[in-house]
């Protein structure tokens, strides 16, 4: 029996071939934070990418500054009604436990590590890396992430194919090697040699990748946490960061169990966030996974120094670590993103932490916890994108899509968010509040960064 002929028979298809190489110019909806605050929404909107990949112009498709009138209909990429964004970008997630996300539901911090965490991780050696970064990678990029902040093993080889393997993806990463030396995976190394190796590793590692490809891949010194790592170990790590202009990065304050954990190993401390205080590792170029439980001091401290909060609302509820008050934080002028934190959370969508977010902040403020105004969904959007930037200290380089910037962006299709069909909205704000909240795996069609394609998202619809 023959095939039944589609609807659109005798027609030229009209999925748009996506450019894979700058320079090109886009032409689609756009939605994007703004550098100076607020954002901006085009319902036709003209996107150029020069030949280095950077931004050279964004605005509405027929204006007079457009220059539209001179193109060739070969020269622009139609992709109405797709919504073109920047790329998302993700402040924590771990590259080796990936293959155990949405697993251990209902264990706490300390009982899921030691089940479902440190195994994978004790066997993510080259091999492994080499055949697991790059799926990671294109799963990363499939969920709109174009920029990520990564934890590897303690391996450095499988750091090593983890970084190769970013090269020739593409996606923008800063990786560390994870440090610990109160928990350690090599039995055949002595004590005394674990913080002299790991440093060494580290410093290897950061001399070979640090700003290579023009900054698009960076390292950061990466000590697990306090649990895991000695103050000599807390402390040269930070050095190391410090002396390399490298990024440094720990997790904090993410569990009541560990919090007591941290209190009776650092029992001269004033609290959690003084003990990476002690240790010099406060700072514009750190950036600290959870802090979920601060005090009113740590919190200070916290936004003197200039240090920066991955906030991962959806691990923080998978693993019952709590809520975090983040009105509160906000409102003392803490910088803010959002991560992902695969696999403490069980999916790599930044859309995902948006929503989560938004439902936990619901929830603290029905609880009692808090009567601050709550982030609305472009509040969030900016979270997940340019402030992410910022607090990688990138907010001149991506986050957002202005002129100068390098062309991290996002091509994604809103109709896939609509419940039924006739119901597609053309409001920001309520197309927003969709994406947010009634996000589709496959809504992420493209992905670029600096003008190059992306391996991952699914690909223009027909
Ligand atoms: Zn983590």
């Known amino acids: 029996m023959p095939a039944e002929a589609p609807a659109s028979i005798g027609a030229v298809s009209t999925a748009p071939s996506l ?25 036709d909107a003209r996107i150029d990418v020069d030949a280095t990949g950077r931004l050279s112009g964004v605005s509405p498709f027929a204006s007079p500054g457009g220059d539209a009138s001179t193109d060739t209909p070969a020269a622009v990429v139609d992709l109405r009604p797709l919504v073109v964004m920047p790329g998302l970008v993700d402040l924590h997630a771990h590259l080796p436990q990936l293959p155990n996300a949405g697993l251990g539901a209902g264990l706490d911090l300390l009982s899921w590590l030691g089940r479902y965490i440190f195994p994978l991780e004790r066997s993510f050696d080259d091999a492994t890396a080499e055949r697991l970064a790059p799926a990671a990678y294109r799963a990363f990029a499939a969920a709109g992430t174009t920029t990520v902040l990564l934890y590897g093993a303690v391996y450095e080889p499988s750091l090593e194919a983890a970084f190769r393997a970013a090269e020739a993806h593409g996606i923008r990463v800063i990786i560390g090697m994870v ?7 090599d039995e055949t190394l002595p004590d005394a040699a674990v913080l002299e190796a790991s440093l060494r590793q580290s ?29 000599e170990m807390l402390r040269e790590s ?12 720990t997790h904090l304050s993410e569990d009541r169990g560990e919090i007591a954990e941290v209190a009776r ?19 514009p170029r750190s950036i600290l996974a959870h802090a979920v439980h601060l005090s009113d001091r740590e919190l200070a401290r916290l936004v003197e120094t200039g240090s920066r909060v991955a906030h991962c609302p959806e691990s923080n509820l998978f693993l019952a670590s709590g809520i975090m008050p983040l009105a509160r934080y ?11 934190d695969v696999a403490g959370g069980p999916d790599v969508s930044i859309f995902r932490q948006m929503r989560v977010g938004a439902q936990g902040q619901s929830t603290w403020r029905v609880m009692g916890g808090d009567d601050r105004p709550a982030l609305d969904p472009f509040g969030w959007l900016r979270m997940g994108t340019l402030e992410g930037a910022r607090a990688l200290g990138l907010d001149a380089v991506t986050g957002s899509l202005e002129v100068g910037k390098e062309a991290d962006l996002i091509a994604l299709d809103p109709s896939m968010t609509s419940p039924v069909d006739g119901s597609d909205v053309q409001d920001p704000d309520e197309l927003m509040s969709r994406l947010i909240f009634r996000t589709h795996p496959d809504m992420v069609r493209a992905a670029w960064v600096r003008g190059r394609l992306l391996d991952g998202p699914a690909g223009a619809v027909a």
Not at 211 to 228: C, E, H, I, K, Q
């Open 19 to 43: 450019p894979a190489t700058p320079p090109f110019t886009l032409r689609a909806r756009l939605l994007t934070p703004l550098q100076a605050g607020g954002q901006a929404y085009l319902d």
């Open 179 to 185: 440090m610990m030396d109160r928990i350690r995976y």
């Open 203 to 231: 410093a290897d590692l950061c001399s070979r990748w640090h700003m290579r490809d023009g900054g698009r891949l960076r390292y950061a010194v990466t000590p697990r946490f306090a649990v895991s790592c000695s103050a």
């Open 238 to 249: 930070a050095a190391l960061a410090a002396d390399t202009g490298a990024y440094w990065q």
């Open 265 to 283: 190993l650092f029992p001269d401390a004033l609290d959690y966030t003084d003990v990476y205080d002690r240790a010099g590792g406060l700072g």
């Open 330 to 340: 906000l409102e003392a002028g803490l910088i803010v993103g959002l991560g992902s």
